[in-house]
């Protein structure tokens, strides 16, 4: 261990460790997010991303893991993977984050380049900041301060394709349960419901993605000749997405239950408005609570659509046009069932005969998390003693597939989903950022979990 042993004693102790160690926090994520670890070989190189591997590898072996390594998953990625031994009669806990990224978008719309870590107004910003190399900072941070005073075994996990969705991590999980194995799972890839605010996610909505392809002609023609009879594939994927929603702009594919109820805590409209930055007089869209159609209902976006582009367009009839569709699906769907509904959905709606092709990406099952095992307890010690305030339980938009693949392998581990991002990183978009005053109290309340823990699951 390279840091100095942290004596047992109270959270004021472990608190002013972690807050003497957040310049090296700054300074690791600085080294990471200068990483495009763009787990798509098609806009980066992947050596990237092994770069970005062998950096976790390194770290966590400096920070006291043993037989840190490289692991290569089914699809190409590399997972790192370590573990600390338990003392003897002591639970195990895994902690998992992913060093991929997405890419960076419109490089124009971020106000600082993407690939460099930058401050602005008390926020540190930069592409993978918050999701996910924010929460690789944040255990690193935690094991740092606890130094050689662990009372649990660790695990280790930190995946290398997890935006990409092509499912390494998981299908490499149940022919190696021994080297994930653990009594407590903390998957830190979300975070809190804002700043200050602890909180665990309970509750995630699954996916289906496709791409949708619409053909009328057999090739582009002149628009002044051919326009008004010629089907036009670009009209008619148009026509076929807006069938997606209702006048209020909520989503409706056939087949698909579209007006369930969020039962936990909500969340505010004023609240969400500010946090997805809606622009004045803009309405939010569908019905219901903002939670109702976060978490409990399926909700499509049209990802991105394959045309002419405005400039350099010509006067011709698009022949061929196409579209990738996303469909966030709550829990109680099933993702394939989803899936099928989707696709006939699409089929069904093109007009004037047009040929469509429905070109399935992957699927990922919706999760929801039991809260009443002892790892809840400690955790909600940990928060109360960082933060001041109990634990408060939401469900999330996003998906992550791994963790339902987790829980059917280890049926007897609790899966605690938690983090440093909030509604103000925006992750997934330019300018992401992270506050980094979450990495400090996540990083404490892990470092106080992983005191308590022992003790709560004896008792």
Known sequence: MTEPTAAPGAADDLAARIAALMPRAKADLAELVAVPSVADARQYPPEHCRRAAEWVAAAFADAGLDDVRLAETPDGSHAVLGHRPPPPGAPTVLLYAHYDVQPPLDEAAWHSPPFELAERDGRWYGRGAADCKGNIVMHLTALRALGDDLPVGLKLVVEGSEEQGTGGLEAYVPGHADELRADALLICDTGNA???????????????????????????????????????????????????????????????????????????????????????????????????????????????????????????????????????????????????????????????GARVEVEREGTGSPFRAATDGPAYVALDRAMREAYGTPIAYLGQGGSIPLCNVLASTFPDAELILMGVEEPRCLIHAPNESVDPTEIERMALVEALFLRHYPGVAKG
Do not use: K
Request: charged share 20%; hydrophobic share 45%.
């Open 194 to 352: 804002a700043v200050g605010v602890p909180t665990a996610t309970t509750s995630l909505r699954g996916l289906a993605n496709v791409v949708v392809t619409v053909s009328t002609l057999a090739g582009d023609v002149h628009s002044g000749m051919f326009g008004g009879p010629a089907p036009d594939a670009l009209a008619a994927l148009i026509r076929i997405l807006d069938s997606l929603r209702d006048p209020d702009g909520g989503t409706r594919v056939q087949g698909l239950e579209a007006d369930g109820g969020w039962p936990g805590v909500g969340y505010d409209e004023q609240q969400f408005r500010a946090d997805a930055g809606v622009l004045d007089g803009v309405r939010l869209t569908g019905s219901g609570t903002v939670a109702d159609r976060l978490w409990a209902r399926p909700a499509v976006t049209v990802l991105g659509i394959d045309c002419p582009p405005v400039v350099g367009s010509a006067a011709a009839v698009p022949a061929r046009a196409r579209a990738r569709v996303s469909l966030r699906v709550p829990p109680g769907t099933d993702a394939a069932a989803a899936a099928d509904a989707l696709t006939a959905h699409l089929r069904a709606a093109a007009p004037w």
